[in-house]
């Protein structure tokens, strides 16, 4: 199975970016398809960007232009850099593998304040 660790995550003003980064390892046959998904408190889970088979992004109308997924091959590791983050983008991150997901990262937490 794949494991995925992410970090990056913290506190920050609105305005500020954040770069966060989700690291596979393990069995990585899934790994063409990832992304990031984020839930806030009493929301739902819901897609912020993704890569599918290993090229092609995808990106949720509320961080189009301002969010921009990347993919480190050689470290099998994505990147969600997220600039002009507002207050609403607060939310656990969760990276995720497979289509439709189906391993997830434990989370990290995306503080904005207004």
């Known amino acids: 199975q794949v494991q995925l660790v992410e970090s990056g995550g913290g506190l920050v003003q609105a305005g500020a970016s954040l770069r966060l980064s989700c690291a596979a390892s393990?069995?990585?046959?899934?790994?063409?398809?990832m992304g990031w998904h984020r839930q806030a408190p009493g929301q739902q889970r819901e897609f912020v960007a993704g890569?599918?088979?290993?090229?092609?992004?995808n990106y949720a109308d509320s961080v189009k232009g301002r969010f921009t997924i990347s993919r480190d091959g050689a470290k099998n590791t994505i990147h969600l850099q997220m600039n002009s983050l507002k207050p609403e983008d607060t939310a656990v991150y969760y990276c995720?593998?497979?289509?439709?997901?189906?391993?997830w990262g434990q989370g990290t937490l995306v503080t904005v304040s207004s």
């Open positions: 890569i599918v088979g290993g090229s092609r992004l």
């Open positions: 995720y593998s497979g289509s439709p997901p189906a391993k």
């Open positions: 393990g069995s990585l046959f899934m790994i063409s398809n």
